[in-house]
């Protein structure tokens, strides 16, 4: 057989000695072709055949709907220095392996996009196997910082950080390299201990190469950042910001609806002003009238939204103060609430306008780590999840070949 094709099978270093077809299954019958075996107690090559070993039989790769198999006929040698017998060892199956390192490769690659109980219907390997080649394939999930912070030449590396939850209120923080952008990795839980801990790893020299970190509106991230990164600009993601305005004012518009007993619709004050029909708009001005509380907090939102279209820093910042005080003169417990949250993390809201990065990437990689939860039925291991999880972002070629 043309040694290109060998290669392309995984049967390099084999010999063919037939090959016979069912409805179901491919057997390979093979030999080795090197006429030479190295000693395993004094590694010497030795070429002095003793005998023949029973052929084994090892699982290969499944090509289209058919399961191959290989037959492996092997030799024993004696090895001329030490007088030690041993059996030839191929490339292709590790000691006491019932299945090929290409095999394991398509396991891989299979885990990568579908669940275990796929796998398991696919390539018939149970979810035992699967998960203990996934551990072998994911090894380590400490970060690399020296590899990732040295990744891109010139202006550093932003970080993302937001969490996902595992199950129910079960979450884990994400992280994220805004820059390349990449997965980097997953915590176990969105503790602050965690989270120090992984800061704390980060060596000192590298810290400048973090020029920005974007985050959501939680204390803790913007606690552990200030005491491990001092000099990298925290900045809050403009989504966050734009959605806790429209959370609070559906929490306003409910209550209005509970004391006055009358619905209020909801969409008009979720869409942007520009983007309302003259039939919309004539009906939240009917809104308006009846319930003027509402009308400040939708003006609120709105008021925030310009801010994020300004190019410059000071008048943004301007702007904003402006909009804040605004806020306190209407002696409103719902606005002086939303007023104190934006003059608490004021700066990390006008960063932006400086670093102008966003964290729509890791709101991304937790969408598609939803999915992986959906394809998957949900995970009862974490640890699991997380392997599963890095795997699926992880390219094929810098995996670990078996």
């Known amino acids: 057989m043309n040694n290109r094709i060998l290669s392309l099978l995984g049967l390099q270093g084999l010999g063919i000695l037939s090959v016979k077809e069912y409805h179901k299954y491919i057997f390979?019958?093979?030999?080795?072709?090197?006429?030479?075996?190295?000693?395993p107690i004094c590694s010497k090559r030795t070429s002095s055949v003793y005998g023949?070993?029973?052929?084994?039989?090892?699982?290969?790769?499944?090509?289209?709907?058919?399961?191959?198999?290989?037959?492996?006929?092997?030799?024993?040698?004696?090895?001329?220095?030490c007088n030690h017998v041993f059996v030839e060892k191929p490339l292709q199956i590790g000691k006491w392996q019932r299945k090929t390192t290409s095999m394991d490769e398509q396991i891989i690659e299979y885990l990568k996009e579908v669940s275990f109980k796929g796998v398991k219907r696919r390539l018939g390997v149970s979810y035992s196997s699967s998960v203990k080649l996934l551990k072998s394939a994911i090894n380590e999930t400490k970060v690399d910082w020296q590899k990732e912070l040295s990744s891109t030449k010139g202006g550093g590396v932003s970080l993302g950080?937001?969490?996902?939850?595992?199950?129910?209120?079960?979450?884990?923080?994400?992280?994220?390299?805004?820059?390349?952008?990449?997965l980097i990795t997953i915590l176990?839980?969105?503790?602050?201990?965690?989270?120090?801990?992984?800061?704390?790893?980060?060596?000192?020299n590298l810290k400048t190469n973090i020029p920005s970190v974007a985050?959501?509106?939680?204390?803790?991230?913007?606690?552990?950042?200030?005491?491990?990164?001092?000099?990298t600009k925290i900045t809050v993601d403009h989504f966050h910001v734009i959605y806790d305005a429209n959370k609070r004012i559906e929490e306003e518009r409910r209550i209005l609806q509970g004391v006055f007993k009358s619905k209020i619709p909801r969409f008009p004050f979720i869409k942007n002003k520009e983007n309302l029909s003259q039939k919309?708009?004539?009906?939240?001005?009917?809104?308006?009238?009846?319930?003027?509380?509402?009308?400040?907090?939708?003006?609120?939102?709105?008021?925030?939204?310009?801010?994020?279209?300004?190019?410059?820093?000071n008048e943004a910042k301007t702007k904003l103060s402006t909009?804040?005080?605004?806020?306190?003169k209407e002696h409103d417990s719902g606005l002086t609430h939303?007023?104190?949250?934006?003059?608490?993390?004021?700066?990390?809201?006008?960063?932006?306008?400086?670093?102008?990065?966003?964290n729509a990437y890791t709101e991304g990689v937790n969408t598609k780590l939803k999915l992986i939860k959906r394809t998957g039925f949900g995970f009862k291991n974490k640890e699991v999840y997380i392997k599963k999880a890095l795997l699926a972002f992880t390219p094929f070629f810098i995996l670990p070949h078996f």
């Not at 996902?164 to 990449?182: E, V, Y």
């Not at 909009?323 to 306190?328: E, G, K, V």
């Open 28 to 39: 390979i019958y093979c030999y080795l072709t090197r006429k030479t075996a190295s000693c």
């Open 188 to 204: 176990q839980d969105d503790n602050k201990i965690t989270l120090d801990t992984l800061l704390a790893t980060i060596p000192e």
């Open 338 to 358: 939303w007023a104190n949250m934006l003059s608490n993390w004021q700066n990390e809201i006008l960063n932006f306008f400086e670093t102008h990065i966003i």
């Open 280 to 313: 919309e708009k004539a009906l939240i001005k009917t809104i308006f009238n009846k319930y003027p509380d509402l009308k400040f907090y939708w003006f609120a939102k709105e008021e925030l939204r310009e801010i994020y279209k300004l190019k410059d820093k």
């Open 52 to 81: 023949q070993r029973p052929p084994s039989m090892a699982r290969h790769l499944k090509i289209g709907f058919r399961q191959t198999y290989l037959v492996l006929f092997k030799r024993r040698f004696k090895c001329k220095l």
């Open 215 to 231: 985050i959501d509106m939680k204390q803790m991230y913007k606690l552990s950042l200030k005491k491990y990164l001092p000099n």
């Open 161 to 182: 950080i937001d969490e996902h939850s595992f199950s129910g209120h079960d979450m884990l923080i994400t992280l994220t390299n805004l820059t390349t952008p990449k």
């Open 323 to 328: 909009l804040i005080r605004i806020m306190y």
